[in-house]
């Protein structure tokens, strides 16, 4: 940990803040303002789907502006579309919604790479911490996100619309944190020295198996967690309890980032996201065994740390798919995967909890859970071979 990090990490939980009060409240806000209740999730669809648009627009931003500025502009469009939300919101207008948070995902891709700049902070051989620390940040965004979206509630006339509102602080917070950060310059490839092309980069094996670990960790996670405050609705449950689950599951998320990295390190990459598929298949099975807050809590935290499994595994076996030159163009692929997979999930997740219902969404996760272990598994022979 240095001063450099340490800001950084404080950056990802207000961004952390900002995408778990997005997922609380724009699904709820979406069902009251929706012309179709299937249509619910869209807010949150568009969000990434802004994302899967804007990854790789991101990264040749962060290549030519540098990390530093190139966050501040980041920054700059998560406040210009709180304000456009702010004022759909109020509005009524369902679509406005919509065009925020697309607009958002700029924010989202741009934010998403605070954990691939925490490596250019440190030695070579913290890397592995250096991940974990920065998505450890998100336990600030667990406490304050579903916080912020429980209490900014009733801020306002329309509810939710305060949510918005207080994001625009956030962002601005996190505007004077970044700031404050001097990064590294990024590599520059020499003229005629770009690198491998982008579908050479995309063939690796190893890319491969870190996509589908993020990209499918990431889709079950969003998958479930999109559709909870809505599926705990309909089963009487109130915003308060949905708020407090999400808190949890959020929670899941990031405190195990304190020891995945050295967990990583002793055990090895691909049994420590085995765990994360076991853990993911074990919510499925809880999930599915009754609808009580109890059932929720519990599911949506082994949902957590899950993820936060698959994750850092994901991301720090990414981190030899790549030659330094190629640096920003791999994050740009790698990322497009994860937010395309999460734009599927996040439609799938508002048509099926408003459809087929809450057991429907966890049979259907069982595919996308499927087939990561299927690559963990691929992956791992694959390692055999080659010894």
Same mark, same amino acid.
């Given at each position: 940990?240095?001063?450099?990090?340490?800001?950084?990490?404080?950056?990802?939980?207000?961004?952390?803040?900002?995408?778990i009060?997005?997922?609380?409240?724009?699904?709820?806000?979406?069902?009251?303002?929706?012309?179709?209740?299937?249509?619910?999730?869209?807010?949150?669809?568009?969000?990434?789907?802004?994302?899967?648009?804007?990854?790789?627009?991101?990264?040749?931003?962060?290549?030519?502006?540098?990390?530093?500025?190139?966050?501040?502009?980041?920054?700059?469009?998560?406040?210009?579309?709180?304000?456009?939300?702010?004022?759909?919101?109020?509005?009524?207008?369902?679509?406005?919604?919509?065009?925020?948070?697309?607009?958002?995902?700029?924010?989202?891709?741009?934010a998403?790479?605070?954990?691939?700049?925490?490596?250019?902070?440190?030695?070579?051989?913290?890397?592995?911490?250096?991940?974990?620390?920065?998505? +450890?940040?998100?336990?600030?965004?667990?406490?304050?996100?579903?916080?912020?979206?429980?209490?900014?509630r009733?801020?306002?006339?329309?509810?939710?619309?305060?949510?918005?509102?207080?994001?625009?602080?956030?962002?601005?917070?996190?505007?004077?944190?970044?700031?404050?950060?001097?990064? @590294?310059?990024?590599?520059?490839?020499?003229?005629?020295?770009?690198?491998?092309?982008? +579908?050479?980069?995309?063939?690796?094996?190893?890319?491969?198996?870190?996509?589908?670990?993020s990209?499918?960790?990431?889709?079950?996670?969003n998958?479930?967690?999109?559709a909870?405050?809505?599926?705990?609705?309909?089963?009487?449950?109130?915003?308060a309890?949905?708020?407090?689950?999400?808190q949890w599951?959020?929670?899941?998320?990031?405190? @195990?980032?304190?020891?995945?990295?050295?967990?990583?390190?002793?055990?090895?990459?691909?049994?420590?996201?085995?765990?994360?598929?076991?853990?993911?298949?074990?919510?499925?099975?809880?999930?599915?065994?009754?609808?009580?807050?109890?059932?929720?809590?519990?599911?949506?935290?082994?949902?957590?740390?899950?993820?936060?499994?698959?994750?850092?595994g994901?991301?720090?076996?990414?981190?030899?798919?790549?030659?330094?030159?190629?640096?920003?163009? +791999?994050?740009?692929?790698?990322?497009?995967?994860?937010?395309?997979?999460?734009?599927?999930?996040?439609?799938?997740?508002?048509?099926?909890?408003?459809?087929g219902?809450?057991?429907?969404?966890?049979?259907?996760?069982?595919?996308?859970?499927?087939?990561?272990?299927?690559?963990?598994?691929?992956?791992?022979?694959?390692?055999?071979?080659?010894?």
């Amino acid at each position: 940990m240095n001063r450099r990090l340490a800001l950084l990490v404080l950056a990802q939980g207000l961004f952390l803040t900002n995408n778990i009060c997005f997922m609380a409240i724009n699904g709820l806000v979406g069902l009251a303002l929706a012309p179709r209740p299937w249509m619910a999730t869209l807010p949150i669809c568009a969000y990434v789907a802004g994302g899967a648009v804007m990854a790789r627009l991101v990264g040749r931003h962060q290549l030519r502006f540098g990390r530093r500025r190139a966050f501040q502009i980041g920054l700059c469009v998560a406040l210009a579309s709180c304000a456009i939300a702010l004022w759909s919101v109020t509005g009524g207008h369902f679509w406005g919604v919509v065009l925020a948070t697309l607009v958002a995902g700029y924010y989202n891709a741009n934010a998403a790479l605070y954990r691939f700049a925490a490596t250019e902070l440190v030695a070579a051989d913290k890397r592995e911490a250096a991940i974990s620390w920065v998505l +450890a940040g998100g336990c600030l965004g667990a406490v304050l996100g579903p916080l912020l979206a429980r209490e900014s509630r009733n801020l306002l006339t329309v509810p939710f619309a305060g949510a918005y509102l207080l994001l625009m602080g956030v962002a601005l917070a996190g505007l004077v944190l970044i700031s404050l950060i001097d990064f @590294p310059p990024l590599p520059r490839p020499a003229a005629g020295a770009g690198g491998r092309p982008s +579908a050479e980069i995309a063939r690796q094996p190893v890319f491969i198996v870190a996509l589908a670990a993020s990209a499918l960790g990431y889709g079950v996670m969003n998958l479930l967690m999109a559709a909870t405050p809505i599926a705990m609705g309909q089963c009487g449950l109130p915003f308060a309890d949905a708020s407090r689950v999400l808190q949890w599951h959020v929670l899941g998320m990031f405190v @195990p980032s304190f020891f995945t990295g050295p967990l990583i390190r002793r055990a090895g990459v691909l049994p420590v996201m085995a765990v994360g598929v076991a853990l993911n298949l074990g919510c499925v099975a809880l999930a599915l065994s009754g609808q009580d807050l109890e059932h929720f809590m519990g599911a949506l935290l082994m949902l957590g740390v899950g993820w936060n499994f698959l994750y850092i595994g994901g991301t720090t076996l990414f981190t030899q798919a790549y030659r330094p030159e190629e640096k920003t163009r +791999a994050q740009g692929l790698l990322d497009t995967g994860v937010y395309a997979t999460m734009t599927l999930t996040s439609f799938s997740s508002g048509a099926l909890v408003t459809t087929g219902g809450w057991a429907w969404m966890n049979w259907a996760s069982l595919v996308p859970i499927g087939l990561c272990a299927a690559a963990l598994a691929w992956q791992a022979a694959a390692q055999r071979r080659s010894c």
